[in-house]
């Protein structure tokens, strides 16, 4: 790959190793903006947007592949180069990580097996995925477009970043296998944990207590809380932690209320309570989040 390669458009490149870099673009304009790169078949490609949304072009305008907000993309065929052509919609935040198969196959030679396009029947064939950006993986991506830390560790920092989206990316749990588990298999009781999740999200100012939940739904407390780590990775409410904090972030970046009555409208009754539970997952207050985002 070209690493002097001249790019149109709006994008900043770090080469945080060799055949590993990371991209990060923001189109601020209030036109589609154009980003070209050539990219070798040797390469796999991660795609994520945070905000607005873009267009991949293939095939000199033959094909195109949609990524959209809060979502990701990956990009990997051995038989044929692909280069990124790109549509940036206004107001886009767009974030690339693009790595040597080679290298990847080091990251990931333990788990070749889980990982479908790395096992030896697929090797040689081409893999697009898309899929949802989770909060956890959000908040990385976001630290990478608004970086403004000194520049000697920029590199450091990016590929602290860069592994760390990979490995949320690749987190089993996001992807949770309902075949795994043998209760699962009863569609009845997916739909009802399902329904568990869209009521403790619907309430979530005041969730219903697992008593109340598992009532509600008609499954015991025990089958309650088996299938829903299962589909969901995780407890019903370190879930709802995890969202609501997320439904946070977002409101504090809509910069229409001020921290006390984003604290409220997740179900905080008290600001200092919800600072702290915002600092227990992002790692800073709101306050310094939001100071983040405008510096």
Known sequence: ???????????????IDEGFLVMTYQNESNTVETIERKIDSSFIQFHFCLKGSSKFIFNEGRYALDILEENSLLL????RDLPIHLEMDPNTWLVSIVISI??????????????TFLSSDNKDKKYYKDGKISPSMAIGLTQLIHYNL??????????????????????????????????????SNVIKIRKAKDIV????V????????????GLNIKKLKEGFKQIYGDTVYSFLFDYKM?????????????VNEVGLKVGYSTSSH???AFKKKYGTTPKKYLMSLSS
């Open 1 to 15: 790959m070209d690493l002097k390669n001249v790019v149109k458009g709006s994008m900043e490149e770090t080469e």
């Open 76 to 79: 990997y065929n051995p038989q």
């Open 102 to 115: 080679k290298k990847f196959h080091g990251l990931f030679s333990q788990e070749a097996g889980y990982i």
């Open 150 to 187: 000194n520049s000697s560790i920029k590199n450091l920092y990016f590929k602290g970043k860069a592994y760390e989206l990979l490995s949320l990316y690749f987190n089993r749990s996001e992807d949770a296998n309902i075949e795994q588990c043998p209760f699962l298999v009863d569609d």
């Open 201 to 204: 999200i619907s309430r979530m």
């Open 206 to 217: 005041e969730p219903p207590t697992l008593h109340e939940l598992s009532e509600e739904i």
């Open 246 to 258: 997320e439904v946070a972030r977002k409101l504090l970046e809509s910069t229409d209320y001020n």
């Open 274 to 276: 919800f600072i702290v």
